[in-house]
């Protein structure tokens, strides 16, 4: 184990997990002090049937709540002070995100601007301007991979400027996270295992990032444990509800890591992938995560070869002599991407030049990576990588990933 001269550790939001833990909200919320919660989610969300699952899980404890629908994909600013409006015009007193990031997001923008005045979230933008404890809120999540339930920040669109402006704070952790598998049990395959190798990039770099620290490490390695677990089981049975709340919970356990360590160049590529190609976060950390692993090999060796034991179980990790382990785990990662590539009739992406639209058009483009690379250079995830990654170095590895083969290791610094 890897103790650090110095680190820090936070998690303040309260986990409740199990088969019937939405109908403990009410009881949750009044000790809160809240009781007129306004339901924030998607169109998605709401047609799937979720929120309907919701109201009537805490109908018998709270009154009537008033339900905002509309959150796009890519939330902005005037959609969280439309949001506040409601929220006042209603007023509501604590808030229930029940969604993805989008909506979780947008539901903590919305509680700035409730609990702290104004009319606009413009006012609070940047890291340290709020400073004040705000509402209750309540984040229901309705895929096991974000992990944004446990993370102090939220991404909002500025569309005027085309930026996302970035909010960060303590405050903005929820009061509560509930996960229950009733919200995950309708998620398709394709999202089962994209959102659910998010989770694993998220802990896979809390474990082998610069950052990483002995509370990070335990979040992390019981999270890898349960997606290896369960993941291919649920896609194989998807009905298996207690399977369905293992990924639940392994995706919390890794957005507490990710959270308390940070990421790497694996989140680093994904999110310049996505900002240049729309492509799904999953689907980009699942292409990318083997090569985060390549390209840190000779300086993680030892730390990346401890993920076999909750990849593989302690029988092959035994029998795995220690100089084999890290290439084994890279093996693994692979062998799980081409299984579930195989599980879901090629409707998961094992490299880059796989991932497509729904109407079967490629979504990366080769020609598109050297300004994926470019851009990489003003993400801050590139910082606590192990290894430096330099446009050149992000060009060789997006190729690489593109076309679906290992790393050229005479290319990788080693200085």
């Not at 802990?203 to 082998?208: F, G, K, L, N, P």
């Not at 606590?384 to 330099?390: K, V």
């Amino acid at each position: 184990m890897i103790l650090p001269e110095f680190y820090d550790f936070c998690s303040r939001a309260k986990i409740v997990s199990g088969q019937n833990a939405l109908e403990k909200i009410p009881a949750l919320l009044a000790e809160l002090d809240a009781g007129r919660p306004l339901i924030i989610t998607d169109p998605g969300v709401e047609n799937a049937g979720l929120v309907d699952v919701v109201k009537q899980a805490i109908a018998r404890g709270l009154e009537s709540a008033p339900v905002y629908s509309d959150v796009p994909v890519d939330s902005d600013y005037h959609v969280v002070d439309k949001i506040a409006g409601v929220y006042r015009e209603n007023q509501c007193d604590a808030i229930i995100a029940v969604g993805g990031g989008s909506v979780i997001d947008t539901a903590k923008g919305v509680n700035i601007v409730v609990s702290l005045g104004g009319k606009t979230l413009l006012d609070y933008q940047g890291a340290g301007a709020v400073r004040n404890k705000l509402n209750p809120l309540v984040i229901l999540p309705t895929t096991a991979g974000t992990g944004s339930e446990m993370t102090l920040v939220a991404v909002i669109a500025d569309p005027e400027r085309r930026e996302k402006m970035l909010f960060v704070s303590y405050f903005l952790l929820p009061d509560l996270a509930v996960l229950d598998a009733r919200l995950t049990r309708t998620l398709p395959d394709f999202i089962t295992a994209a959102t659910a190798m998010d989770a694993l990039s998220h802990a896979c770099e809390a474990w082998y990032c610069m950052e990483k620290n002995p509370l990070s490490d335990t979040l992390a390695f019981q999270a890898i444990d349960l997606i290896s677990q369960n993941l291919l089981y649920v896609i194989q049975n998807p009905e298996d509800t207690q399977a369905r709340l293992a990924l639940a919970n392994a995706s919390t356990l890794a957005g507490a890591a990710f959270s308390n360590s940070m990421v790497g160049m694996v989140h680093n590529l994904g999110h310049s992938t996505g900002a240049v190609c729309h492509v799904p976060h999953g689907n980009c950390m699942a292409a990318l995560l083997p090569y985060g692993l390549e390209y840190n090999l000779h300086r993680r060796d030892e730390i990346i070869g401890q993920l076999l034991l909750p990849l593989a179980g302690p029988e092959t990790y035994a029998a795995t002599p220690r100089h084999q382990r890290a290439e084994k785990t890279i093996a693994l990662i692979r062998q799980l991407n081409q299984d579930l590539h195989d599980a879901i009739g090629g409707r998961h992406p094992r490299f880059l030049s796989e991932i497509r639209d729904r109407d079967g058009r490629r979504l990366v483009e080769k020609n598109m990576l050297p300004k994926i690379a470019e851009k990489a250079l003003s993400d801050g995830a590139r910082v606590p990588n192990p290894e430096e990654l330099l446009a050149e170095d992000a060009q060789m590895v997006l190729e690489h990933a593109w076309q679906g083969t290992p790393l050229d290791r005479t290319k990788i610094k080693t200085g």
